[in-house]
């Protein structure tokens, strides 16, 4: 070889060399800081010191701050030793808050207060808010989700005075059964590595070191470096493609701290002692080719692994390149160790000054240039603050992981061709689950469970006979696979469709990997716990009311011979439904629950109502549902998220008004045609030009209602008045305020019944029949209604006509109609005109005692008499439902005409009924409005936005949506339980007292 090839040759060496010593970069963490400031206070606090304090400030040691000494040894360690930082073991916030203000009352030089906190504080502290393991978050796929989670535990951290958090683990792990399990992110480097540095970015954002551990990698060994030295038998090409990887990308990520491992790799050195020993390790492999020049923390040098080799610890781990030496089991024989090391030359004061200046720095970046001290007031709650409860629902919705999905039956479609049977196996107690009521929201099911022991045979044939032809399986643990198995071999036999839930530790996926890959499931779900929380995001999952998003964090083997299922594996697809979640993640503020809850069992206990229920959905998620008082006073049947209230005239707007929409929608008729072209018996009367635009404004010139009272009765069967404004020798039955009836009146048997006949077969009271000669009737009163100017009165006729209409356009009755095109669609199974032809009187509240009409307390079915008497369903009222129903044609209706992945009308119509606004009064098309200019006679509450629309309804219900803020109202109650006369209604003010909760509670 020629000199000048040699010389080119030595060139290059020397230019990779320089360029790797050059890839060092300054910790993203300095990037703000003034430096000038920064090296004057330094220097300051440097010269101050004593050659003994200039060591002892790279020491961090441990304390106790429940132990009846805690006060002794900081006193000791601070006071006497002068180290640089504390670490705490398990605790309580105020007890680590009180032990950090005293030791830092004594500083010389402000303390780096440390704390293990991979999964947030409550990793040592018992009343801090609990997070998963990183092993059950490794499922997230979503960096920004990481980056908050971060945030969230930087914000705990800064609130205890703490600076320093050992995390985030960068361990990839290999294997089931190592030491790091669950505290590692996964079995992918790309995802731990992308995990670990969106956590620690949202650290270091929020004014907390992070420091990456353990490197250069403890994720491939079972033995433990807290009993001994673990040896990590690898490659060093293995090392770089696998466990080198995250701590590298976050090196290049610019942030500031690492720990070093006391691990044997002999692929890195030979020698065997540990890697916080070796400058092979922390100089030559972290420091000049990885290119970190953050803060570098040894692992804990009292554990056995650190002390495989002889000497002093702390004298071999600053040798190796550590700056800061973390729990030696003492100070001072360590400390007149490096002091010996000092004086014989082996260590050079030099690198003991270099690192004291660092630690400083990094002291400064940290913001303890000021005398720190942590406030104890209302330190708990602040901790504790809801934004973390928020942060813990995320998380576990985030990581559900959809690994299996063969017949693209997620998230469920068609559910009004679906009846679902869910089996929960491995429910205790036998009451209905978190996962089997969350489902119930979404559908109708038949609910099964089965513990160990049972008899899988019997229940395969009970949810057989269900009738059921979709099976949804909760599996509680891998203890279920085998009888899960069989249950869903017997279904899917019967080309009926099964999806399983599986909640299992990532650490035993492999036990219930043959469930997740079974030929006869068509979809699986998988939590990482068997949590109240996971189990309802499994059930929002499979239905669409929360994302998929999740991944498997880990390498599952499933039988096959094709390896199994990979780590990174999970099928996404986004929300289609309502979700389920707690006020504050929707932006409401804690109080909003008990505010709401105050206002309801006030107006229980006034009499306002028996019982009422309140919904409140924002953001397409429901985050409010709760029930109060009873059915029927004194029933002693509670008022649950199911029991049915009459809509009254909020049937208007949702049923009615729906089946108005898909008209319009399929281009039946104009808002301008007049409604005579569909409804024959308007042609020849006064009513031939109304159009439909004047009957959805209520500009008709219609009188307000139709009597019933002087329709049904028949006036042969009584002389003198039909009702008075008082009482005579006649009129003695009293049916409301200043309305006392005809005790002789009877009812009309040409169009009434009170037994069943072919003739007489439309439900209108208990015992009480009519038919569609009765309807008939009714309706062609309404047609030969004498007209009022054309001007806004609010009117049931308009709405029974409109009913008509709907009728005649689509060739079949109403109640069929919004059923088949709305109600079954959307799951919405608890919304129907009749509600006893599907649900017991147990689930539906009581209305008025009605002693004259009807003469009983009616109950199951409608209150109003017009609806009544037309059989149970009318365009004016009829509509049963429950809240969270409701909510689901509410929210179609904000998503432009979408829900669970259909169409059910073109944005466009939902824009022009919901939008448009009458020019002579507050009206929409069909729907209320706020009245900003007469507040007094509004409907909603004063904060409402214009563009609210919504409706109210006898009975006492409403609801009421909110395009501006995207947010859902509904009241829903049983007011005129027992008289419609109920002053106490409009004194307690539920329906816009709540509603003006709700703005208020907006956090701005």
């Known amino acids: ?49 004593t050659p003994d304090e200039r060591i002892t400030q790279l020491f961090v040691m441990a304390v106790d ?23 705490f073991n398990e605790s309580d916030i105020v007890s680590q808050a009180k032990i950090t203000n005293y030791a830092q009352s004594l500083a010389k030089v402000p303390l780096l207060i440390t704390l293990d906190a991979e999964w947030g504080p409550s990793m040592r502290l018992e009343d801090a808010p609990k997070f998963p393991r990183n092993l059950y978050l490794g499922a997230i796929s979503d960096d920004a989700m990481f980056y908050n989670y971060g945030r969230e535990v930087a914000r705990e951290l800064k609130r205890l005075g703490v600076n320093v958090d050992f995390a985030p683990v960068l361990d990839v792990i290999d294997r089931p059964g190592t030491v790091v399990g669950a505290r590692s992110y996964g079995s992918d480097p ?88 070796s400058p092979r390790y922390v100089t030559d492999l972290l420091q000049k080719k990885m290119g970190f020049d953050g803060l570098i923390f040894t692992d804990a040098l009292g554990m056995e692994g650190a ?66 001290k942590v406030d104890i007031d209302n330190i708990v709650a602040d901790v504790n603050d809801p934004c973390a409860a928020v942060l813990k629902r995320q998380l576990a919705a985030a990581s559900i992981t959809v690994v299996r999905d063969a017949q693209g039956i997620l998230p469920v479609k ?26 119930a929201n979404y559908a109708q099911c038949t609910p099964f469970n089965f513990n160990l022991g049972g008899d899988i045979k019997a229940l395969a044939d009970q949810v057989k006979a269900s009738g059921s032809n979709v099976l949804i399986l909760s599996v509680a643990s891998s203890d279920y696979v085998a009888a899960a198995r069989y249950l869903a071999s017997h279904f899917a036999d019967h080309l009926h469709k099964v999806i399983v839930a599986v909640m299992s530790d990532p650490q035993r996926l492999d036990e219930v990997g043959a469930l997740l890959d079974d030929s006869y499931v068509s979809a699986a779900v998988l939590a990482y716990d068997n949590s109240t929380v996971s189990e309802d995001y499994l059930a929002q999952t499979i239905f669409g009311g929360n994302a998929a998003r999740g991944v498997l964090p880990v390498n599952v083997k499933t039988g096959k011979p094709d390896g199994g299922l990979k780590a990174g594996t999970g099928i996404k697809y986004d929300a289609c439904r ?99 072209t569909v409804i024959p018996g308007m042609r020849n009367t006064d009513e031939k030009d109304i159009t439909f635009r004047e009957m959805l404004y209520h500009e008709s010139g219609l009188p307000p209602e139709l009597s019933m009272w002087y329709m049904m009765f028949d006036p042969k069967t009584y002389t003198g008045p039909l009702f008075t404004s008082t009482p005579n020798q006649y009129n003695t039955i009293k049916f409301m305020n200043n309305a006392y009836g005809n005790k002789f009146a009877k009812l009309r048997t040409d169009i009434l019944s009170t ?62 109609f919004v059923e088949n095109n709305f109600f079954a669609p959307l799951g919405a199974y608890h919304t129907l005109y009749r509600p006893l032809s599907r649900f017991a009187g147990s689930q539906i509240a009581y209305t008025e005692y009605d002693p004259f009409l009807r003469h009983q307390h009616v109950h199951g079915y409608v209150h ?118 109920n002053p106490a209604f409009t004194r307690v003010s539920a329906r816009s007292h709540i509603q003006s909760i709700l703005y208020k509670s907006i956090v701005k």
Not at 67 to 74: D, G, K
Not at 222 to 238: F, I, Y
Not at 758 to 773: E, H, S
Request: glycine share 10%; aromatic share 10%.
């Open 864 to 981: 109003d008499e017009l609806a009544a008497f037309s059989g149970g369903v009318q365009g004016n009222a009829g509509l049963f439902s429950n809240a969270n129903d409701l909510c689901k044609l509410l929210q179609m209706w904000l998503n432009g005409g979408t829900y669970g992945g259909q169409r059910f009308l073109k944005a466009s119509t939902v824009e022009t009924f919901t939008t448009e606004k009458s020019t002579k009064s507050h009206r929409g098309l069909g729907f209320d409005k706020p009245q900003p200019d007469n507040l007094r006679a509004s409907s909603t509450c004063d904060e409402a936005p214009a563009e609210v629309y919504g409706h109210t309804g006898f009975t006492g219900t409403c609801f009421w949506v909110d395009p501006k803020n995207d947010m859902i109202y509904i009241f829903l109650s049983n007011r005129v339980n027992p008289t419609r006369n």
């Open 1 to 49: 070889m020629t000199i000048s090839k040699k010389f080119l040759l030595i060139l290059v060496a020397l230019l990779a060399v320089t360029t790797a010593a050059s890839a060092k970069r300054q910790p993203a963490i300095f990037n703000k800081v003034d430096k000038r400031a920064m090296n004057a206070w330094v220097d300051k606090q440097f010269n101050a010191m």
């Open 190 to 277: 790309e995802l731990v590595s992308r995990h670990g540095i969106a956590f620690a970015r949202g650290l270091e954002d929020g004014g907390i070191l992070s420091v990456g551990k353990h490197f250069p990698g403890h994720g491939s060994t079972t033995a433990d470096s807290h009993k001994t030295l673990p040896t990590v038998d690898k490659s060093l090409k293995e090392l770089e493609l696998f466990d080198f990887v995250p701590f590298k990308r976050y090196i290049d990520a610019g942030l500031g701290g690492m720990l070093t491992a006391h691990l044997y790799i002999p692929a890195i050195s030979r020698e065997r002692k540990p890697g916080t020993m």
């Open 414 to 439: 068609g559910l009004q061709n679906r009846r679902f049977a869910v089996v929960t196996m491995g429910n205790e107690n036998d009451l209905k689950s978190m996962f089997q009521r969350r489902c």
């Open 578 to 676: 309502l979700g389920y979640t707690i006020p504050a993640e929707v932006g409401f503020k804690p109080s909003l629950t008990a505010l709401v809850d105050s206002v309801c069992r006030y107006g229980v206990q006034q009499h306002a109502f028996s019982g009422c229920e309140v919904v409140v959905a924002r953001h397409g998620k429901i985050v409010f549902n709760r029930a109060y008082g009873e059915i029927d006073y004194d029933s002693g049947i509670p008022v649950t998220e199911n029991t049915l209230f009459g809509l009254a005239s909020v049937s208007k707007a949702t049923g009615t008004l729906s089946g108005v929409m898909k008209c319009y929608d399929e281009g039946k008729f104009q808002l301008d045609d007049k409604v005579s």
């Open 307 to 372: 002390k495989a080799v002889g000497g002093s610890v702390c004298v071999g781990a600053l040798l190796a390149g550590n700056d800061v030496l973390l729990m030696p089991d003492e100070v001072p024989g360590q400390l007149a160790a490096i002091k010996a090391a000092i004086a014989s030359g082996k260590l050079k004061q030099k690198l003991i000054d270099e690192r004291c200046k660092k630690m400083l720095r990094f002291k400064y970046a940290l913001g303890l240039y000021n005398q720190p």
């Open 755 to 816: 037994v069943k006949t072919d003739k007489f077969n439309w439900p209108i009271a208990a015992g009480l029949w009519g038919g569609q000669v009765t309807y008939d009737s009714i309706m062609n009163r309404i047609y030969h209604q004498q007209l009022h100017e054309k001007r806004y009165v609010y009117s049931d006729l308009n709405f029974a006509l409109l009913g008509n209409a709907v009728q005649n356009m689509s060739g079949m009755p109403l109640n069929y």
């Open 65 to 87: 701050p429940r132990n009846t000494v805690a006060s002794e040894t900081v006193k000791k360690l601070v006071s006497e030793y002068r180290v640089g930082g504390l670490i």
